[in-house]
C-alpha cells in the first residue's frame, strides 16, 4: 500500500474533544452529506466519492487523543464497491497540521492508494482528504462496514491571514498554448493540477490520475490524458500527486485576451502586470470551448483587424486576480524575453554568454562576478530555467571570452582569466551539467579577441586569436585535444592566419565534417581557411570570402555556420566613415573553397544605420535562416529574417529588445529551439542576462 502526504505550509484545524461519533446515510450519486460530531467535528463526503459505481450506506468519524497527536478515523456502513473517499472535515477550533493520512489495509485490499490531505490555503477550520484506488477501474472496491482512513494531526499556533478571494493558475506549467491563423487565435487549455478540467484543483483531480495511474507517454497534448500528467514529464505516477497540492484551489473563470503593438508589453512573470501599451481586446468565459470528450480544452476567438506588428496573447483570471500568461503571437512573429539572471552593479552578469542545446534544452555559459557560471532551460523553448551553476571555484577573476558546446552528448566550456590569459577547458560530469570536473589547461596564451569551442572528430578543439608578442600582429590559432575528454591539449597548435597580417575574432565550425575557420584580417577582407582532413592538421590556402574597395574594414565579429550543407558567415562592415552594417554571405559549395556568391554578399539593415551589426550571430530554424545582431547605435537587439532557408533574399529586420540604453544585445548568441529561434544576450546597461525566443 502507498500513501502521499502534503503539507503546503497552511496552518489547518483542530478538532477538539478526545472522543466522537456519528453516522449518516448516503446513496449513490447523493449531494455531499455533512456530519456533525459533538459540535466539534464536521465531515462533509463529496460526490466524487461514489466513483465507477461505488455506494456506500453511510460514514462515521471517532477522534482520540494519542501521544499529544488527534487521531481522526474515518470509517463506512454499508459500502459496495466503494473505489475513492473524497471529503472535508470542518471544525470550530484552533488550527492544527496533518501529521499522517494513511488509508487503511482494509480499503487497499493489498493495492496501491493514491491519496492527499491538506488543509485549505484559506479557511483554518476546514482540512481537504482524498484517496482512490489505483487504476480503479480494475479493482473491485471495499464492500462492508469498517475503518477506510487514519489521519494524525498536531495542533499549531494559528496563523491565518484572510481568505484569498481569487486564485486564477500561476505555475509555468499553466501557461495556455496559443496559436495564431488568419483572423483568428486559438489556445489549449492549461491549469496544473487540474486533471479533470473542470476550472479548479480540488481533491476531486486524483480521480482521473487514479484512472490513467502507470500510463506513460509521450502524451498527445490535444488529448486530455496530457492534462493529468502534472509534472510534464511523460509518465502518470505518485509525483503527480504533488501538482495537485502544489496549486490547490486555483480556479479560472474565463481568460482575458490582450493586444499591444510592442512585446515590451508582455508580462515579466506569472503574477506581474501588463505593460502600459496592452489592451484587453475580449474576455472568454471558461465554459465557452468547443472541444469534444476526451480532449484537452480549446477556445477559439475572432480577431479581425490585426495589424502586422501587433503582439497578442491571452491571461487566465479568477474574479480581479490575473495568472500565468500564454506564449505571445503575432503576424510577424513574437520574441518572447525573460531576463534570465539579474546582477548587482560591477558584476557583469551575461557578458560572453554563450548559448547551446544540451541534451535537447537551451543552456547558457556566461560571465557574473569575475566567475564562468552556466545554467540550463526547464524545457526545450527556455521558457523557464533551472538554477545558475559555478562551474569552477577558483578566487581568481575568471571567466571571460567564453564559449559553450556539447562535446560527446556532455557540455563543455572554455573560458580564459581576466585579461585572456590561460585559456582553460572544463568538461560536465553528466549530459546536464549538473557537476563539472576541474578545468584542465589548453596553452599558456594571451587570447586577444574571442575563443571558440566545437568538436571535431569527437575530439574538442578551440579556435582563437593571440597577440604573443605585443605589438607584432594576432594570430589566429587552431588546437585540438589528444584526448576525447579533453584532459590533454599537448597536441601541437597551428597558426591559421599567414602572419604577416593582424588576424581577430576567430570562428570555428565543422564544414563538410572538417573543422574551418572564419576571421578578419585587419584593414583587409574578410577570410575563410578549411581544413584539408577531418582533425585539422592540415589546411587548404586561405579564401578571401568579401572584399570592397569602398569599405574600410569587411568581417569583424564574425559567425560561421552551416547552412543548408554550404558554410555562410555573418559579419561586420566599416564602411569609410562612421557607418557600420551586419552582412551576410553564403559559399557556393559545400567546402567553401571557391567563389562565395550564393547569395554574395548582402547588407542585413537596409535603414542606413550609423553603428549596427555587431555581435551577429546565426541559426537555421523552422526553414528559415535569422541572423541577430546588436545596433549599438539606437540601443536595440534586431533580427534579420530571410525569407528562405540559405538567405538568398531578406525581409526588414526587426526589433527583438529595444532596452533601456545603448548596450543591449552584446554577445548575442543563437540556437535553434526545438523549432524555435532563440537569442541569448547581454543587457550592459541592467547588467543582466536575457534571452528572447521566437513564437
Known amino acids: 500500500m502507498l500513501s502521499r502526504l502534503y503539507k503546503l505550509g497552511f496552518t489547518a484545524l483542530l478538532l477538539g474533544m478526545c472522543s466522537a461519533l456519528a453516522a449518516c446515510q448516503s446513496p449513490s450519486g447523493s449531494p455531499a452529506l455533512r456530519l456533525k460530531v459533538s459540535q466539534q467535528l464536521e465531515l462533509s463526503v463529496l460526490p466524487g466519492t461514489y466513483l465507477d459505481g461505488g455506494t456506500a450506506g453511510g460514514f462515521s468519524i471517532a477522534s482520540r487523543m494519542d501521544g499529544g497527536q488527534l487521531v481522526a478515523e474515518i470509517s463506512v456502513q454499508g459500502a459496495a464497491g466503494l473505489k475513492a473517499l473524497y471529503c472535508e472535515i470542518r471544525s470550530g477550533g484552533q488550527a492544527v497540521s496533518v501529521v499522517t493520512a494513511e488509508p487503511s489495509a482494509a480499503f487497499s485490499g493489498g493495492k496501491q492508494v493514491l491519496s492527499l490531505a491538506l488543509a485549505d490555503p484559506g479557511k483554518p477550520s476546514l482540512l481537504h482528504f482524498g484517496m482512490v484506488l489505483a487504476n480503479y477501474q480494475r479493482r473491485s472496491g471495499f464492500s462492508g462496514d469498517g475503518a477506510v482512513a487514519t489521519l494524525r494531526l498536531r495542533h499549531v499556533a494559528l496563523g491565518f491571514g484572510p481568505r484569498t478571494a481569487s486564485a486564477a493558475p500561476d505555475s509555468n506549467l499553466s501557461r495556455a498554448a496559443l496559436t495564431l491563423s488568419v483572423g483568428e487565435i486559438s489556445w489549449l487549455y492549461y491549469s496544473q493540477g487540474d486533471y479533470d478540467q473542470n476550472g479548479e484543483v480540488n481533491i476531486s483531480d486524483l480521480t482521473p490520475l487514479g484512472a490513467h495511474f502507470g500510463e506513460s507517454g509521450p502524451f498527445d497534448q490535444a488529448q486530455a490524458i496530457s492534462c493529468i500528467d502534472g509534472d510534464n514529464n511523460g509518465e502518470l505516477n505518485i509525483a503527480d500527486i504533488t501538482p495537485i497540492g502544489q496549486n490547490f484551489s486555483h480556479r479560472l473563470s474565463g481568460y482575458h485576451v490582450f493586444v499591444s503593438t510592442s512585446n515590451l508589453d508582455y508580462p515579466a512573470g506569472a503574477t506581474a502586470p501588463n505593460g502600459p501599451g496592452a489592451v484587453q481586446l475580449a474576455e472568454v468565459p471558461f465554459h465557452s470551448t468547443q472541444s469534444a470528450p476526451g480532449e484537452r480544452k480549446r477556445y477559439y476567438l475572432d480577431i479581425p483587424g490585426v495589424q502586422s506588428g501587433d503582439c497578442l496573447w491571452v491571461r487566465p483570471y479568477d474574479g480581479a486576480e490575473e495568472g500565468t500568461p500564454s506564449n505571445g503571437v503575432s503576424p510577424s512573429g513574437f520574441w518572447h524575453l525573460i531576463t534570465i539572471a539579474d546582477g548587482e552593479t560591477g558584476s557583469g552578469t551575461g557578458a560572453w554568454c554563450s548559448l547551446a542545446v544540451i541534451d535537447g534544452q537551451p543552456a547558457i555559459a556566461y560571465h557574473s562576478n569575475g566567475d564562468p557560471v552556466y545554467i540550463r532551460a526547464n524545457d526545450s523553448m527556455g521558457e523557464s530555467w533551472g538554477e545558475p551553476i559555478k562551474i569552477v571555484e577558483d578566487p581568481a577573476p575568471n571567466g571571460v571570452f567564453i564559449s559553450l558546446a556539447p562535446i560527446n552528448n556532455l557540455p563543455a566550456v572554455v573560458f580564459c582569466y581576466v585579461g585572456g590569459k590561460n585559456p582553460m577547458y572544463v568538461l560536465a560530469s553528466d549530459a546536464v551539467g549538473a557537476a563539472w570536473r576541474e578545468p584542465v ?99 587548404a590556402a586561405p579564401v578571401t570570402v568579401h572584399t570592397d574597395g569602398a569599405f574600410h574594414r569587411i568581417g569583424l565579429k564574425p559567425c560561421l555556420a552551416v547552412v543548408s550543407g554550404q558554410p555562410a558567415i555573418s559579419y561586420q562592415v566599416h564602411e569609410t566613415g562612421a557607418k557600420h552594417a551586419p552582412y551576410y554571405v553564403r559559399a557556393d559549395d559545400a567546402q567553401g573553397a571557391n567563389l562565395w556568391t550564393s547569395p554574395a554578399p548582402v547588407c542585413l539593415d537596409l535603414r542606413d544605420p550609423d553603428d549596427s551589426g555587431d555581435w551577429n550571430s546565426m541559426v537555421v530554424s523552422g526553414a528559415k535562416l535569422y541572423v541577430a545582431y546588436r545596433d549599438y547605435g539606437n540601443g536595440q537587439l534586431r533580427c534579420a529574417t530571410a525569407n528562405d532557408a540559405i538567405g538568398t533574399s531578406w525581409q526588414e529586420s526587426r526589433i527583438v529588445d529595444a532596452g533601456g540604453g545603448n548596450s543591449v544585445g552584446g554577445f548575442c548568441s543563437m540556437v535553434d529551439a526545438n523549432g524555435h529561434p532563440a537569442i541569448a544576450y547581454f543587457d550592459e546597461s541592467a547588467e543582466a542576462l536575457k534571452y528572447a525566443v521566437l513564437y
Open 441 to 539: 589547461w589548453i596553452q599558456d596564451a594571451e587570447v586577444y579577441r574571442q575563443i571558440r569551442l566545437a568538436e571535431v572528430n569527437h575530439y574538442p578543439a578551440v579556435a582563437y586569436d593571440t597577440a604573443p608578442n605585443p605589438p607584432e600582429p594576432s594570430n589566429v590559432i587552431y588546437e585540438r585535444a589528444k584526448y576525447a575528454d579533453g584532459t590533454d591539449w599537448s597536441e601541437p597548435a597551428r597558426q591559421i592566419n599567414g602572419g604577416a597580417v593582424e588576424s581577430q575574432y576567430a570562428e570555428l565550425a565543422v564544414v563538410d565534417g572538417k573543422p574551418a575557420v572564419a576571421f578578419w584580417q585587419v584593414d583587409q577582407p574578410l577570410i575563410f581557411r578549411y581544413s584539408l582532413d577531418i582533425n585539422g592538421n592540415a589546411w
